[in-house]
């Protein structure tokens, strides 16, 4: 699993309809913020780059998955540092860490 369902259980105290309301969300914006993403790398925009990962790392750490929000913050780091260019691994591993994520709440709270 790379969602933490009892983190989420505890930041939310166990009210399931507050967290299926953060879900929700997280399922309308991320969608967009990753496509813009990948349109900032193939663009070589560093500046956007790194701003959109740094954008979604609050998604990434309410929903309480660790390996995503680390992945953020290392393309953030990297494009800030060595451009996006240098980024391209870490945002194919990303991107599919991203779709893996979005399956995995969707099942999680019956959301079609």
């Known amino acids: 699993m790379h969602i933490d ?8 105290k166990g009210d399931r309809s507050r967290m299926e309301q953060w879900v929700r969300i997280y399922l309308e914006d991320a969608p967009a913020q990753f496509r813009s993403l990948a349109e900032c790398v193939q663009r070589g925009d560093d500046q956007g780059l790194a701003a ?3 954008e979604l790392r609050p998604l ?10 680390e992945l ?28 893996r994520v979005e399956a995995e709440l969707k099942a999680l709270f019956d959301i079609p």
Not at 5 to 12: D, G, M, N, P, T
Not at 60 to 69: D, I, P, V
Not at 76 to 81: F, I, L, T, V
């Open 5 to 12: 369902l009892a983190y989420l259980e505890r930041l939310y």
């Open 52 to 54: 959109t990962a740094h």
């Open 60 to 69: 990434a750490h309410y929903l309480g998955s660790t390996h995503l929000l």
């Open 72 to 99: 953020l913050e290392r393309v953030s780091n990297e494009a800030r540092g060595s451009g996006a260019a240098a980024c391209v691994g870490a945002m194919d591993e990303l991107i599919a860490l991203g779709t």
